[in-house]
Structures are given as C-alpha cells and as structure tokens.
T-cell receptor, first 116, second 114 residues
Framework: NAGVMQNPRHLVRRRGQEARLRCSPMKGHSHVYWYRQLPEEGLKFMVYLQKENIIDESGMPKERFSAEFPKEGPSILRIQQVVRGDSAAYFC??????????????FGDGTRLSIL | GENVEQHPSTLSVQEGDSAVIKCTYSDSASNYFPWYKQELGKGPQLIIDIRSNVGEKKDQRIAVTLNKTAKHFSLHITETQPEDSAVYFCAAFEGGTSYGKLTFGQGTILTVHP
C-alpha cells in the first residue's frame, strides 16, 4: 500500500513566483490536511479538505494561499507571489472517513520550499 | 483554540534507559492524542495514539498515559535503542469539531547514545 505521496520533495522559487505543492492521499482516504513546519518548530494546521470541498481553512493565510482537492487527482496547495517567509516544509496528511473524524492521520514526507 | 505544551525540548539518554516526554493541553473537549516520530528529512510517523476514554495504551516498548483531569499525557519509551533517536511530537485534536484538526507540541529531540 502506497502511503501519502507528496511532490515535489524540494522546490526552489524566487520571490514573486508561484509554488504548487501536490498531495495524493492514501488509498481509501477522503480527508486531506495540510500543515506547515517552520525550522525547529512543530507543525501548524493550515487547511482541511474533502473531495471538492474546503471544510476548514482557518490556519491558512487569507492572501496568496489557496488549496483544492478536486474530484479527480491530487490535492494542491498553491502559493502565489511567494515571499521569503514562505520558506518552510509543507506536509500533507490523510485520514479515512470516520463518524467523528478523529481518525489517525498519516503524513507524507513533505515538500521543502525554499524562496530565494 | 487548543494549546499544547511539550517538555523537554531535548532529551539525551543511554541505550537501554527509559525516556519520558510530557505534554499538556488546554481544551478539555479534546478527545484524541497521537504521538509522532519524525526523522531527518521525513514526515511525521504515527507511533501510538490514545483516546480520551482510555487511561493507558501500550505497544511493545512504547506506552502512552492520559490524565484527563490534569489535561496531560505522556509518552514512555523503554529499553531505548539508537534507532529511537528522532524528534517526537505530541498532538491533540481540537475538541468540538467532527474532524481531525491537530494541534502539535513544539517537539522533543531524543538522542539515544550507544
């Protein structure tokens, strides 16, 4: 069974460019979460999505950041007009559907985004 | 929202010793507490979890305890091995939601010396 797949593993962008991060959840998982990890810090929740729906984006900056999880294909985290402060590791997690939602989340190996 | 505090930030032990990492949380409605191990360049790996209706859970050399009254939970690793060296994160689900919004602690760097 393939785990959560994220690509690219490393992404370098210049200030003002766009960054697109992709996440394919584990087979059978319909819930996707994105987290950001700054150096030597814990992970911070950004957004929670189900297929074609954004459920909670309370942790995502209001500007320049967007996320989607289309009916077909991976979930995408998009950062427009990147700035130096966007440099971080971005992790995607997925979980199976569950009545109360507190299902174990399994993480991918992340995308390390570096802004020049 | 939920706030999770984790201690210590670094922990150094000799191979074979036990290691204990402690976390406190603020939201009494939180009901699920996973622990993750993160190795360099990798994503967090779920190693054990506990739900609020249970006080203790064991899986081989790893155990987690939960005290709901005091709002703290701990990870216990016995007979540590060098391959246990990693960063460990505790987390808590935010209570009051029907989905899994995790709040993480700051992490503990565990070093096991051979």
């Amino acid at each position: 069974n393939a785990g959560v797949m994220q690509n690219p593993r490393h992404l370098v962008r210049r200030r003002g460019q766009e960054a697109r991060l992709r996440c394919s959840p584990m087979k059978g998982h319909s819930h996707v979460y994105w987290y950001r990890q700054l150096p030597e810090e814990g992970l911070k929740f950004m957004v929670y999505l189900q297929k074609e729906n954004i459920i909670d984006e309370s942790g995502m900056p209001k500007e320049r950041f967007s996320a989607e999880f289309p009916k077909e294909g991976p979930s995408i985290l998009r950062i427009q007009q990147v700035v130096r402060g966007d440099s971080a590791a971005y992790f995607c997690a997925s979980s199976p559907p569950g009545r109360w939602g507190n299902q174990p989340q399994h993480f991918g190996d992340g995308t390390r985004l570096s802004i020049l | 929202g939920e706030n999770v505090e984790q201690h210590p930030s670094t922990l150094s032990v000799q191979e074979g010793d036990s290691a204990v990492i402690k976390c406190t949380y603020s939201d009494s409605a939180s009901n699920y507490f996973p622990w993750y191990k993160q190795e360099l360049g990798k994503g967090p790996q779920l190693i054990i979890d506990i739900r609020s209706n249970v006080g203790e859970k064991k899986d081989q050399r790893i155990a987690v305890t939960l005290n709901k009254t005091a709002k703290h939970f701990s990870l216990h690793i016995t007979e540590t091995q060098p391959e246990d060296s990693a960063v460990y994160f505790c987390a808590a689900f935010e209570g009051g939601t029907s989905y899994g919004k995790l709040t993480f602690g700051q992490g503990t760097i565990l070093t096991v010396h051979p």
